[in-house]
């Protein structure tokens, strides 16, 4: 177990305010993977903190078509999302700091709502072109 008790509870709390269910998809390998079980482990506790959560695993070498259909192309990787695909992506393990933005997005992904202000969604209303956007976390 990764989450001791106290954090548990407190996470359960935060997913009280889940709207609609959401899925995290894992994609994952036992071998040559630093972080890839633990990552697993981690997300299969999450999982068990509400019932408006669901966890999918795959094997990133033998599920090749699920791979390709997300766009997974390192591990280990969680998707999230809910009646659609937003293409919310995680890399790597989701503690510390990442933990805590895992739990953020979880909760807008399951409100469908981004929290960008109306003048932000307007501006990328006016895109014309998809716009592909990443966002690295690291406390430093």
């Known amino acids: 177990m990764l989450l001791q008790e106290r954090d548990r509870q407190a996470v359960r709390q935060r997913f009280e305010a889940l709207d609609k269910p959401i899925r995290l998809i894992n994609f994952t390998q036992e071998l040559e993977c630093e972080f890839c079980r633990e990552t697993r482990t981690l997300l299969e506790e999450v999982a068990t903190l509400s019932d408006k959560i669901s966890l999918e695993i795959y094997n990133f070498q033998t ?70 956007l990443e966002v690295f976390v690291t406390p430093t």
């Open 63 to 132: 599920d090749r078509e699920k791979r390709d259909v997300f766009g997974i192309d390192k591990i280990p990787a969680t998707v999230v999302m809910g009646e659609h695909d937003h293409g919310i992506r995680f890399y790597g393990i989701p503690s510390g700091y990442e933990f805590a933005s895992l739990l953020d997005t979880m909760l807008l992904v399951s409100r469908a709502d981004s929290g960008l202000a109306p003048e932000t969604r307007k501006r990328l209303a006016q895109l014309q072109k998809p716009l592909h």
